[in-house]
C-alpha cells in the first residue's frame, strides 16, 4: 500500500504541475528523498506513465497517463456537459461542432454534433485522432500548452503537408500560436482538406486551464466568407460558456495564460 501510494503522490503532483519538474523539485514537493523518487520515476517510465524532458532535464506525465485521463474525460463529464451547447451552436451556425482534445501528440474527437441533413458530412468520428499542426483544434490547444511541449510534440510528430495551404515548419506554426493567443481562437483555412474550413477556440476548467476545444467546420467557404465573423462568434461564446458549466470564472480571470 506504501508503493502505491507514493506513487500516486508523484503522479499526481505531476499532473498537477505547469510544466517540467526537476527531481529535487517533485522530491520536495512528495516529502521523499531525491533517490527514492527517482526509482519510482524510473520504474514508471518504462511504463510510459512519466516521460523525462529534452536532454533528461526535468519530468513530466508520460503518454500512457495521459492516455488514461483522456479516456477517463471521454467516458464521463465533459462531453456530456457540452452537448446541449454543441446542440445551441449547431442549430444557430447550420454547421458540424466538434470537441476535443489534446492527450498526447494528436488530437482526439469527444463529441460532434451535425445538422439534420448536411449537404456533405465532415469526415470524423468520435475517437479519432488529427494532428496538431493544421486543424483548427489543434492550434487552439496547442496554443495554451508549454513550447517545450509543443515543440516535443511536433518533433515526434513533425508537421506533413496535406494542403497547398498547411503549415509546415515550426517557426511558422509558433508563430501561428501567438496569433491564436491574441485572438482567443483558430483558423483552419483548408490547411487539412482542400474544402475544409474551421474554427476552434480554447475551453477552459475552473483553474483557467484549457482542457479541450470547441469548433465548428464550414465545406466549400474560406475564412474570407460574410459568414466567417458570425461563425467566429458563436464559437468564442460557446467554448466560453461550456468553459463557465466547467466552474471557470470569466469574471475574475484573465483570458490568457503564460506561456514559455
Known amino acids: 500500500m506504501r508503493v502505491i501510494d507514493r506513487t500516486m503522490r508523484i503522479l499526481r503532483t505531476l499532473a498537477e504541475a505547469p510544466g517540467l519538474m526537476t527531481l529535487t523539485e517533485l522530491s520536495q514537493a512528495v516529502g521523499l528523498h531525491k533517490s527514492t523518487v527517482l526509482r519510482f520515476l524510473r520504474t514508471m517510465e518504462k511504463g510510459d506513465f512519466v516521460a523525462s524532458g529534452p536532454g533528461g532535464k526535468g519530468w513530466r506525465p508520460g503518454p500512457v497517463f495521459l492516455d488514461i485521463r483522456a479516456r477517463s474525460i471521454a467516458r464521463h463529464d465533459l462531453a456530456a456537459i457540452a452537448r446541449p451547447l454543441m446542440e445551441e451552436a449547431c442549430k444557430l451556425s447550420g454547421e458540424t461542432v466538434q470537441l476535443a482534445i489534446l492527450p498526447d501528440t494528436s488530437i482526439v474527437y469527444l463529441a460532434k454534433v451535425e445538422p439534420l441533413d448536411p449537404p456533405l458530412r465532415i469526415n470524423t468520428q468520435i475517437g479519432a485522432r488529427r494532428p496538431i499542426h493544421c486543424t483548427a483544434l489543434g492550434k ?21 503537408g496535406f494542403t497547398s495551404r498547411t503549415i509546415t515548419t515550426a517557426a511558422a506554426f509558433h508563430a501561428e500560436l501567438a496569433q491564436v493567443r491574441l485572438n482567443g481562437y483558430a483558423i483552419d483555412d483548408r490547411e487539412y482538406n482542400e474544402l475544409v474550413s474551421c474554427i476552434a477556440a480554447p475551453v477552459r476548467n475552473a483553474d483557467g486551464i484549457v482542457v479541450a476545444a470547441l469548433s465548428t467546420s464550414s465545406f466549400g467557404q474560406g475564412v474570407q466568407s460574410d459568414r466567417f465573423p458570425a461563425l467566429i462568434e458563436t464559437v468564442r461564446s460557446t467554448a466560453t460558456r461550456l468553459s463557465e458549466l466547467l466552474g471557470w470564472n470569466t469574471a475574475g480571470c484573465a483570458l490568457t495564460l503564460s506561456v514559455s
Open 140 to 160: 487552439a490547444l496547442a496554443a495554451y500548452r508549454d513550447r517545450a511541449e509543443i515543440d516535443r510534440i511536433l518533433a515526434e510528430a513533425g508537421l506533413p
